[in-house]
């Protein structure tokens, strides 16, 4: 039976009276794979699996109900179920057999096992058709295990195919920003523009884009687009405003994170956002007027200790220990107090202390958001006390955490430089767009950032690697 001539509304309502009764209703092998790819679907695993083992108890030599079976373990992370599961089935009649052992090798790190399956199928004659089946699937799986270099290879090679599959053309454009060319990430999101003009989606992303890529004006005009899709999106206002913020419109941008808070006042990264722009142009008054804010709709919880770290960055060290005074011991250990206790001491310029009480925070936060924050001063910390190996642990799990995070990449390239080891150098340097790169050479030499404009992005890496090479520490910079 073709699945085509199959119904699957009255295959579905025969199959739930089935359950419903607690009988069984003989199925062919075919209907139940449709009936499992329908639940699949509506994302009702459990009820898909169910069919799959009552189908294969039907038909036990259903190849079309094995390979459901092995996907389903590959989608619940089971690899090497699978491969087990499939180990006899062959590779030359289906491209779904080795595909789902590819994928299952990438997951398990077996790269050479993956490469040479791959290379396999590829040198066979295939359909145009399977042909770039075969590779974008390839290449979505090799994104999916941050394996982007390959990612973009079988991704591209799709595309010369067909230029219009919007699914390739997104997963480009996540490998590139992954990669750090943001230049090429932002060509992929216009390319997706070009198709669907309306996508949200899409704008947003290259809003986040030209944010990274230092291009603000571009940053603000695509948030602006996609707010004339999905009108007040409060993610894409808080985007927004950043931007701005970093355009130095820094007016325009508490005026619009005061929006965001009138509009979702319970939103704790509102007043984060907020506070971290007060704190930059040092307004400590309105840091203490959004802190009372966030007390009346949110409580006190935490309040007394963020009052007390801005009382630290002031520098009234006596009125931020008065207050702290007030907190029970009880009450004490939580990641805010550590972080106290840890900016206390870095002031103080104990830096034992320092990491000691961050490493503390550390812990309390897990990997929940905030603690790219700690890990960052963490690294500060330890690159105060040359402890730069360790200084780069700390970066390394904050870029795993956070890849985007700018000022992480910059420091992660300072501490390369001083351990001196060529290989992690070069691997870093691919992280940066030429502009980051321009950027970092200007630090070093005491320069501005547009003497290097007219320098290839190889001649910046060779000018920055012969500063590795003689060990210059950026010995100025503020930690």
């Given at each position: 039976m073709d699945k085509n001539d199959l119904d699957i509304t009255s295959l579905k309502q025969k199959y739930e009276n089935m359950r419903a009764l607690g009988k069984k209703v003989y199925f062919d092998a075919d209907e139940f794979a449709l009936l499992a790819e329908f639940y699949n679907s509506e994302a009702n695993n459990a009820e898909a699996e169910s069919i799959i083992e009552e189908g294969l108890t039907m038909?036990?030599?259903s190849s079309e109900l094995m390979i459901l079976k092995a996907k389903q373990l590959v989608r619940s992370g089971k690899f090497k179920a699978a491969l087990s599961f499939i180990r006899h089935m062959s590779d030359d009649n289906d491209l779904d057999v080795p595909l789902i052992k590819i994928e299952a090798y990438l997951h398990l790190s077996l790269f050479d096992e993956a490469d040479n399956?791959?290379?396999n199928i590829i040198n066979k004659d295939l359909t145009e058709e399977d042909y770039y089946y075969f590779v974008?699937?390839?290449?979505?799986?090799?994104?999916?295990?941050?394996?982007f270099d390959s990612a973009i290879t079988y991704l591209e090679e799709g595309l010369k195919i067909n230029n219009s599959n919007i699914e390739v053309i997104a997963d480009l454009a996540y490998s590139y920003e992954m990669k750090g060319d943001f230049d090429k990430a932002i060509e992929y999101n216009n390319k997706l523009l070009d198709l669907n003009p309306y996508s949200f989606d899409a704008w947003l992303n290259l809003g986040k884009l030209y944010t990274i890529n230092m291009q603000y004006d571009k940053s603000i005009d695509a948030y602006d687009f996609a707010l004339t899709i999905k009108e007040d999106d409060v993610t894409t206002l808080k985007l927004k405003a950043f931007a701005?913020?970093?355009?130095?419109?820094?007016?325009?941008?508490?005026?619009?994170?005061?929006?965001?808070?009138?509009?979702?006042?319970?939103?704790?990264?509102?007043?984060?956002s907020l506070l971290c722009l007060k704190a930059l142009s040092k307004q400590y008054d309105e840091m203490m007027n959004i802190l009372d804010i966030k007390e009346e709709q949110m409580g006190s919880e935490g309040i007394l200790i963020r009052r007390a770290i801005v009382y630290l960055h002031k520098g009234d060290i006596e009125s931020a220990k008065s207050l702290i005074s007030q907190i029970p011991d009880d009450k004490k250990d939580t990641p805010e107090y550590h972080m106290f206790e840890g900016e206390l001491a870095?002031?103080?310029?104990?830096?034992?202390?320092?990491?000691?009480?961050?490493?503390?925070?550390?812990?309390?936060?897990?990997?929940?958001?905030g603690v790219e924050e700690i890990l960052d001063k963490l690294a500060n910390i330890c690159i105060v006390q040359e402890k730069y190996k360790q200084a780069a642990i700390y970066l390394e799990e904050l870029l795993s955490i956070s890849p985007e995070y700018y000022t992480a990449k910059a420091r992660l390239a300072f501490v390369r430089f001083e351990i001196g080891s060529k290989?992690?150098?070069?691997?870093?340097?691919q992280q940066f767009s030429d502009n980051e790169l321009r950027e970092l050479l200007a630090l070093i030499l005491g320069r501005d950032t547009s003497d290097f404009n007219k320098l290839?992005?190889?001649?910046?890496?060779?000018?920055l690697n012969e500063a590795r090479e003689?060990?210059?520490?950026?010995?100025?910079?503020?930690?």
């Open positions: 038909h036990p030599g399956l791959i290379n974008t699937e390839v290449g979505f799986f090799h994104n999916d295990v941050d394996k701005l913020h970093l355009n130095d419109n820094v007016d325009e941008s508490t005026a619009l994170f005061r929006k965001c808070l009138a509009m979702t006042p319970e939103d704790d990264s509102i007043y984060d870095f002031i103080r310029e104990d830096f034992v202390a320092a990491e000691a009480s961050y490493i503390k925070a550390a812990l309390l936060y897990g990997r929940n958001e290989e992690p150098f070069e691997n870093i340097m290839s992005r190889e001649s910046i890496i060779t000018r003689s060990r210059i520490l950026f010995k100025n910079l503020k930690y």
